[in-house]
């Protein structure tokens, strides 16, 4: 046996054999015992630690893997996202994770710092918008009716279908140039046309043609045209209230003013490109500050040589219809009606013009001329009524039958015009009221 320390309790004695308690050295025999040599220890072994059970040790080793990973995961959750920095390139180890991708990530709309993949051009001042675009924007005249389009090459000019509807070619002026147009193509389901233009220089402005897609509500905008089919440089400005669907046809509404003669002009944004073809207001039964405008997008699959159906009535009359339940004749005659007075507020426009010609004119030549209506000079419309001087140094004859065909060109056109509004179901009543608003009463209208 031994005590705690490892050392025996007694020792036998070998003469007598008795166990002798260890504290004692003499055995009652007599015999002595030798004190054993000290212990030897070996030069390396007070150095070595005392060993430790492999079992331990793995529990040991797990719980500090255990511990390292509690920690890296904490550690991870606390980071922020990594902004994403471009720098250049280098090479990456294979075993190397890589970074996340923005989908994998977990933190929702993740900001991003510095320059967008796809900045917005800066916007130009209207100032800057209007005086580069009205080179481009032309005045049509066709006889009948009067609007606007632009140029979107040097030759070749858009504008609506309503405007030269029924016409081969047509005359078309920017700026102080006069040209002859030849109607190329018609799209009547979209009220869209190209007019070849004859004899235009290389440098002829145009206009870029931007997207529909790129219009949002509140966004301003610009229309630019001929007011009145003879008011050039007439420039408005709005806000785009929404982009709808009329059938097939994309429009954009907006509260920039469009009038009369403005059809088939830009609806620029304020980059400058243009987004819409201006078309009508709606019918007057509706509220002020309603126009619309064809979008862009249907002029590029125009030029690309596409067309669509044909329909009896234009987009923005659908529309009408769609807004004021009418049956499809009454958005018929609200459209003759439209084209109706656009005709007589270009007659009025050259009658003012003819007012002012025949008043010097008749100083010399006119001894008299009988009333027949509203303006002296419908006198010439009815032959031999007009009495003139002579022998008074001016060729009377002469003055008398230039200012007659001029005179008798507004006459055709109101003819014209009120045939076709007849045609399209215009009440007599509307007819005699344009007449009178326009001053142009004449007693041989209805003969």
């Known amino acids: 046996m031994t005590n705690q320390s490892g050392e025996p309790l007694s020792w036998n004695c070998p003469a007598c054999s008795r166990r002798v308690p260890a504290r004692f050295e003499d055995c009652r025999c ?11 220890v070996a030069p390396d072994a007070a150095e070595q630690p005392r060993s430790t059970p492999a079992s331990l040790l793995l529990i040991l080793g797990a719980a500090l893997g255990i511990g390292v990973a509690v920690l890296m995961l904490r550690s991870r959750g606390e980071q922020p996202a990594a902004i994403p920095v471009t720098t250049a390139a280098a090479p990456v180890a294979t075993e190397q994770p890589q970074p996340a991708t923005p989908e994998a990530s977990v933190i929702p709309n993740p900001v991003r710092i510095g320059t967008p993949s796809s900045p917005q051009p800066e916007q130009l001042s209207i100032e800057t918008i209007v005086s580069q675009s009205l080179p481009a924007v032309a005045s049509i005249d066709t006889g009948t009716a009067r609007g606007s389009g632009f140029f979107v090459r040097p030759d070749l000019v ?19 140039v006069k040209y002859s147009a ?75 003013a469009i009038n009369p003669g403005n059809s088939g002009g830009p609806l620029l944004d304020r980059n400058g490109n243009v987004i819409g073809i201006n078309t009508m207001g709606v019918s007057k039964q509706m509220s002020e500050g309603l126009g619309f405008a064809i979008s862009v997008d249907h002029v590029k699959d125009l030029l ?11 987009p923005l009359a659908q529309l009408n219809q769609a807004m004021n339940g009418g049956s499809e004749a009454d958005q018929q005659r609200a459209s003759g009606q439209m084209q109706l ?44 009524s007009v009495r003139l001087a002579v022998n008074n140094g ?17 006459r055709a056109t109101l003819t014209k015009a009120t045939d076709t509004a007849r045609a399209a179901g215009v009440y007599p009543g509307v007819v005699r009221d344009l007449r009178r608003k326009y001053r142009l009463e004449w007693r041989g209208w209805d003969h």
């Open 30 to 40: 007599g015999f002595r015992r030798q004190a054993p040599p000290p212990f030897a």
């Open 304 to 314: 690309a040589g596409h067309t669509t159906a044909s329909t009896a009535t234009t």
């Open 158 to 176: 858009v504008t609506n279908n309503h405007v030269v509807e029924g016409q081969s070619s047509v005359q078309l002026q920017a700026g102080n």
């Open 341 to 384: 007075e656009q005709a007589f507020e270009w007659a009025s426009k050259n009658g003012a013009q003819l007012d002012s010609d025949w008043d010097k004119g008749a100083k010399t030549c006119v001894v008299s001329a009988p009333s027949v209506g509203d303006r002296t000079w419908f006198a010439t419309w009815e032959p031999g």
């Open 182 to 256: 030849h109607v190329m193509t018609t799209s009547p389901g979209v009220d869209l046309a190209l007019l070849q233009v004859y004899g235009t220089s290389p440098n002829q402005p145009t206009l870029r043609l931007g997207s529909t897609s790129d219009a949002r509500a509140g966004e301003e905008v610009i229309a630019i045209g001929y007011a009145l089919g003879a008011l050039s440089n007439t420039v408005t400005r709005g806000i785009v209230s929404a982009v709808r669907q009329s059938g097939a046809v994309t429009l954009i509404q907006t509260d920039a």
């Open 394 to 410: 001016y060729n009377c004859t002469g003055w008398l039958d230039g200012f007659t065909n001029n005179a008798n060109q507004i």
